[in-house]
């Protein structure tokens, strides 16, 4: 991810963060400087999280894609090993579209 990171204490408005290994909103981050400790989403600027949401889609949709590319394979496997059939085909269809 490209996202700069940028974030403050909500307690004692506290700056300086050196950023987490992995930007998601599930991270914990510490105050150095009053103790506060919480999810990063609490902590980071609107430009930080938009920048994680950005990612967080963008990982859904490859994800995404790999799976209805792979149900397109196993449904044409199917179809190709059956007689053709519309209401057999239709059927499958209907299966594979209600995996998505």
Do not use: W, Y
Not at 5 to 29: G, K
Not at 50 to 64: C, N, S, W
Not at 75 to 84: D, F, H, S, T
């Amino acid at each position: 991810m490209t996202t700069d990171f940028s974030a403050r204490c909500p307690r004692c408005d506290n700056r300086s963060f050196e950023p987490p290994e992995t930007l998601d909103v599930a991270v914990e981050i510490v105050c150095h400087v009053c103790g506060h400790h919480g999810k990063l989403v609490e902590f980071a600027d609107l430009a930080t999280l938009d920048g994680i949401v950005d990612d967080i889609k963008k990982r859904a949709r490859e994800t995404l894609r790999t799976q209805v590319a792979q149900l397109a394979v196993a449904g044409a496997e199917k179809i190709l090993r059956r007689e053709v059939d519309a209401k057999v085909h239709a059927d499958l269809l209907a299966s594979v579209q209600s995996q998505l």
